[in-house]
């Protein structure tokens, strides 16, 4: 009796590992294609850096025309909810990270190289546990979990490493005809990988972010096939890895430390290991402390935040890039209008330690990103939103023609659009007085009944046929019929002799029509109100 009887009474069924190998051959891609992928588990809601992790896997897939795939890595069968992958899927592809391969959605996939989905990988992973079992590489282990929870106690009490390793490996060097009488005995067991590793040898590892490591060797024999028959997650990278042909694993640095046990598994079934490339997580600053970002008490942290706040997906991206890379920010400096595709991003400028998540910034990009938009995907956009999140918005905005309109005011027509939308979750609020007249009114240093005598004035002479010009140089003869200073420079050269200038006599009108001192443009603004509701709203005042 020898290895190879023992792993056929474990595997009887399983095909000969040539047959996966033939089936998912090497892929034909130009040179220096790179194939990535994201692998999350379908645990709950998306998180943000699953997100993050896509959007930079893709990126380098696709800048070197090789192939990005998600595979869905669901063995971990108590932690699955229902739904997860539709969720996981969907938010990729709301966010335009959308897979060459893979799973598409909870039931569909596409590729050559699948299934996609662990849970239907069984069959694969039985395959290369028997030859390596064959092989000697793996043992079937009957320890139960009260002899493994009393070695572990011991560990800690005589302060020694924990884990199954050494002496501890009890298992390990059971014959296998021992073995097989055990099993044929109905005693339980799972599937362990005999390390072949030193722990006082050091491996060195050059990773593709964090660049060179130095690691203790693996000596653990870890679990490759769970009680419930199905892999663990480092026996299933190892095998999906290798027969999807990833060349850069690129994923969350929690992974880091179990670098050396990869490595191993990949040398020690013949595999050539893939490049890793370990992404440091988004952090949070937590009044001073840094610590992950958290779906519990960040509600950034789930991706579909961004969606309810009316966030665009392209604005979280570049935002998200931005943190990725130092150079983004000024690669878009000079790049205004460019599509963030083209943007050359580089792993090793990745930052080795988190970025920290700062709304702020995120804002900023996203006002950028919204700058660059037409009123009429402005509109679009918004009324799309409210539609699903703002009655209230959506019922200003059924007017579509005027509507846009009020969008268009420094944005038609303008080279330097404002920027002062960042969600569609401030429209309300920013364009509520192009549609409803505003009932707060502050005008600043001019009191009431200043503020009537420049609006009488003005009504004598408002015609809304005036263009531009026409509309200020009569700001300017209410500003001197008024008391006030006609330009702004000779104020400034004795302020002493008027109580303002014209700036404060606009202001009048402006905080009349809109109740805000700060607006886009008056002249455009009014114009959009159009005369009856201008006139009346000054005439109300
Ligand atoms: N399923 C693993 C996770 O959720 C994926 C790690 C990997 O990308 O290999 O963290």
């Given at each position: 009796?020898?290895?190879?009887?023992?792993?056929?009474?474990?595997?009887?069924?399983?095909?000969?590992?040539?047959?996966?190998?033939?089936?998912?051959?090497?892929?034909?891609?130009?040179?220096?294609?790179?194939?990535?992928?994201?692998?999350?588990?379908?645990?709950?809601?998306?998180?943000?850096?699953?997100?993050?992790?896509?959007?930079?896997?893709?990126?380098?897939?696709?800048?070197?025309?090789?192939?990005?795939?998600?595979?869905?890595?669901?063995?971990?069968?108590?932690?699955?909810?229902?739904?997860?992958?539709?969720?996981?899927?969907?938010?990729?592809?709301?966010?335009?990270?959308?897979?060459?391969?893979?799973?598409?959605?909870?039931?569909?996939?596409?590729?050559?190289?699948?299934?996609?989905?662990?849970?239907?990988?069984?069959?694969?992973?039985?395959?290369?546990?028997?030859?390596?079992?064959?092989?000697?590489?793996?043992?079937?282990?009957?320890?139960?979990?009260?002899?493994?929870?009393?070695?572990?106690?011991?560990?800690?009490?005589?302060?020694?490493?924990?884990?199954?390793?050494?002496?501890?490996?009890?298992?390990?060097?059971?014959?296998?005809?021992?073995?097989?009488?055990?099993?044929?005995?109905?005693?339980?067991?799972?599937?362990?990988?005999?390390?072949?590793?030193?722990?006082?040898?050091?491996?060195?590892?050059?990773?593709?972010?964090?660049?060179?490591?130095?690691?203790?060797?693996?000596?653990?024999?870890?679990?490759?096939?769970?009680?419930?028959?199905?892999?663990?997650?480092?026996?299933?990278?190892?095998?999906?890895?290798?027969?999807?042909?990833?060349?850069?694993?690129?994923?969350?640095?929690?992974?880091?430390?179990?670098?050396?046990?990869?490595?191993?598994?990949?040398?020690?079934?013949?595999?050539?290991?893939?490049?890793?490339?370990?992404?440091?997580?988004?952090?949070?600053?937590?009044?001073?402390?840094?610590?992950?970002?958290?779906?519990?008490?960040?509600?950034?942290?789930?991706?579909?935040?961004?969606?309810?706040?009316?966030?665009?997906?392209?604005?979280?991206?570049?935002?998200?890039?931005?943190?990725?890379?130092?150079?983004?920010?000024?690669?878009?400096?000079?790049?205004?209008?460019?599509?963030?595709?083209?943007?050359?991003?580089?792993?090793?400028?990745?930052?080795?330690?988190?970025?920290?998540?700062?709304?702020?910034?995120?804002?900023?990009?996203?006002?950028?990103?919204?700058?660059?938009?037409?009123?009429?995907?402005?509109?679009?956009?918004?009324?799309?939103?409210?539609?699903?999140?703002?009655?209230?918005?959506?019922?200003?905005?059924?007017?579509?023609?005027?509507?846009?309109?009020?969008?268009?005011?420094?944005?038609?027509?303008?080279?330097?659009?404002?920027?002062?939308?960042?969600?569609?979750?401030?429209?309300?609020?920013?364009?509520?007085?192009?549609?409803?007249?505003?009932?707060?009114?502050d005008f600043g240093k001019i009191d009431?009944?200043e503020a009537?005598?420049?609006?009488?004035?003005?009504?004598?002479?408002?015609?809304?046929?005036?263009?531009?010009?026409?509309?200020?140089?009569?700001?300017?003869?209410?500003?001197?019929?008024?008391?006030?200073?006609?330009?702004?420079?000779?104020?400034?050269?004795?302020?002493?002799?008027?109580p303002g200038?014209?700036?404060d006599?606009?202001t009048v009108?402006?905080?009349?029509?809109?109740?805000?001192?700060?607006?886009?443009?008056?002249?455009?603004?009014?114009?959009?109100?159009?005369?009856?509701?201008?006139?009346?709203?000054?005439?109300?005042?």
């Amino acid at each position: 009796m020898d290895f190879k009887d023992l792993a056929d009474l474990i595997f009887p069924n399983a095909k000969p590992v040539e047959y996966y190998e033939e089936k998912y051959p090497s892929r034909d891609l130009k040179e220096g294609a790179v194939v990535t992928r994201v692998a999350p588990s379908p645990t709950g809601s998306t998180h943000i850096g699953t997100l993050y992790q896509a959007l930079v896997a893709r990126t380098i897939a696709k800048q070197s025309e090789g192939v990005f795939f998600v595979r869905i890595e669901d063995t971990d069968t108590k932690r699955e909810v229902e739904g997860g992958i539709d969720n996981i899927t969907s938010s990729l592809n709301y966010f335009g990270l959308g897979p060459d391969e893979g799973m598409i959605s909870g039931s569909e996939e596409k590729g050559n190289y699948g299934p996609y989905k662990q849970s239907s990988r069984k069959e694969i992973y039985e395959s290369f546990a028997k030859k390596l079992i064959s092989e000697g590489k793996a043992y079937p282990c009957f320890c139960t979990e009260e002899e493994l929870t009393a070695d572990r106690e011991k560990q800690e009490r005589i302060k020694r490493r924990p884990g199954y390793y050494g002496v501890w490996a009890k298992c390990r060097n059971i014959s296998p005809e021992k073995a097989i009488e055990r099993i044929k005995a109905g005693e339980k067991y799972v599937i362990r990988f005999k390390s072949p590793g030193n722990e006082a040898r050091k491996i060195k590892v050059s990773d593709g972010i964090k660049g060179k490591i130095t690691f203790p060797e693996n000596d653990l024999d870890i679990i490759i096939i769970k009680s419930d028959g199905l892999p663990t997650y480092h026996f299933a990278h190892c095998v999906d890895d290798h027969l999807m042909r990833t060349t850069h694993v690129i994923r969350g640095d929690e992974w880091l430390s179990s670098v050396p046990l990869h490595i191993q598994l990949f040398e020690q079934s013949g595999f050539k290991a893939p490049k890793y490339c370990h992404i440091a997580p988004i952090m949070k600053n937590d009044n001073g402390n840094k610590r992950k970002l958290s779906k519990r008490k960040d509600p950034e942290a789930g991706v579909s935040y961004f969606a309810e706040i009316g966030v665009l997906p392209e604005a979280v991206k570049e935002y998200l890039l931005n943190i990725a890379n130092s150079q983004f920010e000024s690669w878009r400096k000079g790049n205004k209008d460019k599509s963030i595709e083209e943007f050359q991003f580089q792993l090793n400028k990745m930052s080795v330690s988190g970025a920290l998540f700062d709304f702020t910034k995120l804002f900023d990009v996203s006002k950028n990103v919204i700058s660059r938009l037409s009123a009429d995907e402005v509109y679009n956009y918004s009324y799309e939103w409210a539609n699903k999140y703002d009655e209230e918005l959506a019922n200003l905005l059924k007017d579509k023609d005027y509507s846009l309109k009020v969008f268009g005011i420094e944005r038609n027509n303008s080279n330097k659009p404002r920027k002062d939308l960042a969600k569609w979750s401030d429209v309300k609020e920013n364009i509520r007085y192009m549609f409803e007249k505003p009932t707060e009114f502050d005008f600043g240093k001019i009191d009431g009944d200043e503020a009537k005598k420049v609006i009488e004035e003005y009504l004598k002479i408002y015609d809304i046929n005036d263009d531009k010009q026409t509309w200020f140089d009569k700001m300017k003869d209410v500003a001197e019929k008024c008391g006030y200073a006609r330009e702004v420079k000779e104020f400034k050269a004795s302020p002493e002799k008027w109580p303002g200038h014209v700036g404060d006599v606009s202001t009048v009108i402006r905080v009349a029509l809109t109740g805000r001192q700060n607006t886009p443009d008056l002249y455009e603004i009014m114009q959009v109100l159009g005369k009856d509701e201008v006139e009346k709203r000054l005439k109300d005042m």
